[in-house]
T-cell receptor
Framework: DAKTTQPPSMDCAEGRAANLPCNHSTISGNEYVYWYRQIHSQGPQYIIHGLKNNETNEMASLIITEDRKSSTLILPHATLRDTAVYYCIVTYTGANSKLTFGKGITLSVRP | GAVVSQHPSWVICKSGTSVKIECRSLDFQATTMFWYRQFPKQSLMLMATSNEGSKATYEQGVEKDKFLINHASLTLSTLTVTSAHPEDSSFYIC???????????FGSGTQLSVL
């Protein structure tokens, strides 16, 4: 699986958009970009995933660059509950694929 | 969304005893389940991949005789930490793949403390 690079931490103000970057310059053509988050002492929570097109769901938006070498997770209106470690993972889908977690980015939402 | 139930959420045991952790997919069938371990302030480390009805595949450096994994049905996988020692104290997390949409869902984790 391709490796991802994320800044160690960032913060944003409550109510503002949080834009979390991720670099995955060695991504292969059929690898997806997944985002999960982990709130302290809980299991990771699925947020969103995509292949090449931008994706949006009730939690977030995922913007993938045209060359697919980087992506941005957007939380449109961050709340204090969004404070967590966010993991960007690149992997194939299918029965034999698995998620390998990096260090992630710690997002702190301030009041 | 799909729910993965992990039990117990925390356990304290004496050194030398064995501890079993259960992971259930409640509303979907999971042909594949994964077990992770997480030490404080570190990321999740994949321990093993478990496929229903077959032997688990362990990651390099994980002792298969110490961490016994059983995936006897499409909704249940168990991890048994045998002869636990204080260095096995960690947060153990399971995940299950929903075969209909390829999404991976995680349990809430089990905090194991070995005295």
């Amino acid at each position: 699986d391709a490796k991802t690079t994320q800044p160690p931490s960032m913060d944003c103000a409550e109510g503002r958009a949080a834009n979390l970057p991720c670099n995955h310059s060695t991504i292969s053509g059929n690898e997806y970009v997944y985002w999960y988050r982990q709130i302290h002492s809980q299991g990771p929570q699925y947020i969103i995933h995509g292949l090449k097109n931008n994706e949006t769901n009730e939690m977030a938006s995922l913007i993938i660059t045209e060359d697919r070498k980087s992506s941005t997770l957007i939380l449109p209106h961050a709340t204090l509950r969004d404070t967590a470690v966010y993991y960007c993972i690149v992997t194939y889908t299918g029965a034999n694929s698995k998620l390998t977690f990096g260090k992630g980015i710690t997002l702190s939402v301030r009041p | 969304g799909a729910v993965v139930s992990q039990h117990p959420s925390w356990v304290i045991c004496k050194s030398g005893t064995s501890v079993k952790i259960e992971c259930r997919s409640l509303d979907f069938q999971a042909t594949t389940m994964f077990w992770y371990r997480q030490f404080p302030k570190q990321s999740l480390m994949l321990m093993a991949t478990s496929n229903e009805g077959s032997k688990a595949t362990y990651e390099q450096g994980v002792e298969k005789d110490k961490f016994l994994i059983n995936h006897a049905s499409l909704t249940l996988s168990t991890l048994t930490v045998t002869s636990a020692h204080p260095e096995d104290s960690s947060f153990y997390i399971c995940s299950a793949r929903d075969g209909t949409n390829e999404k991976l869902f995680f349990g809430s984790g089990t905090q194991l403390s070995v005295l």
